[in-house]
């Protein structure tokens, strides 16, 4: 079973970096000074567990009236698991219950199909991130 919690613990941040840390720079070549950066120190942290291992991550943080949900990413193993839904929806709730009325992110394009499939709407033309084509999503909570 699948669940998601925001990091309130050392351990649990440290689970999310792991993550995080696996996904972005071992898989995907992301530079480590670009996936860790100073707004990881202001923002909220999100970790998705499989009984207790930890599988997924994502980071919130609140941009003028939006949620922003960042570094979202599951563990390649268990992509399809439903751990980014959770996720996705965990932060949102989390969002909602700051009054933020929407939702927003930078996803790549190869991940923009699965927020679409959450309520997502491409509002940005191809950018690079990273060395990564993205696209900017929004979302009404």
Do not use: W
Not at 74 to 92: F, N, P, Y
Request: glycine share 6%.
């Amino acid at each position: 079973m699948i669940t998601v919690q925001e990091a309130l613990n050392e351990q649990q941040q440290k689970d999310a970096f792991h993550v995080r840390f696996n996904v972005f720079v071992n898989e995907q070549k992301v530079p480590e000074d670009l996936e860790m950066d100073e707004l990881d120190d202001t923002s909220l942290h999100f970790i998705a567990y499989e009984d207790s291992l930890a599988i997924g991550a994502g980071r919130l943080r609140f941009v003028e009236e939006y949620g922003k949900a960042e570094r979202v990413c599951v563990l390649s193993s268990r992509r399809k698991s439903g751990a980014g839904r959770a996720i996705m929806q965990t932060m949102e709730q989390k969002a909602r219950e700051k009054g933020c009325p929407a939702m927003k992110l930078n996803a790549q394009i190869s991940a923009s199909a699965f927020y679409k499939s959450l309520g997502y709407t491409v509002t940005s033309k191809e950018f690079m991130d990273a060395g990564i084509p993205h696209v900017e999503m929004k979302k009404s909570l």
